[in-house]
């Protein structure tokens, strides 16, 4: 189980690498610069694939984990700690982003 945690916190480390290079991407297209498409596409689809790959992990082996081994109050503590809007990859509040 260590392993796999370590693993997916690093995938999360990934997944903001790859989320900046993506955007950095998207805004030189939006402010007129030339981006080839195939650069956009492939970041795009590198990002996709890695992020699949990590929910599918998270369904399939951490989520079913915590659910037996945290108690109720841990569960609380979980909810205190992390406001119910959030998205850490976004970098604020998940609503007001996708405004």
């Not at 492939?42 to 081994?69: G, Q, W």
């Not at 609380?76 to 982003?97: I, L």
């Amino acid at each position: 189980m260590t392993s796999l945690i370590s693993r997916w916190h690093a995938e999360h480390v990934q997944f903001s690498r790859l989320l900046n290079q993506l955007d950095a991407l998207l805004q030189e297209a939006l402010g007129d610069a030339v981006v080839l498409r195939c650069a956009v596409e492939t970041a795009a689809a590198l990002y996709l694939v890695y992020y699949r790959h990590h929910l599918a992990t998270e369904e399939t082996s951490i989520l079913p984990r915590a659910a037996k081994l945290l108690t109720d109050e841990d569960w609380q503590a979980v909810s205190r700690a992390v406001p119910p809007d959030s998205e850490p990859q976004a970098g604020a509040p998940f609503a007001s982003s996708m405004q």
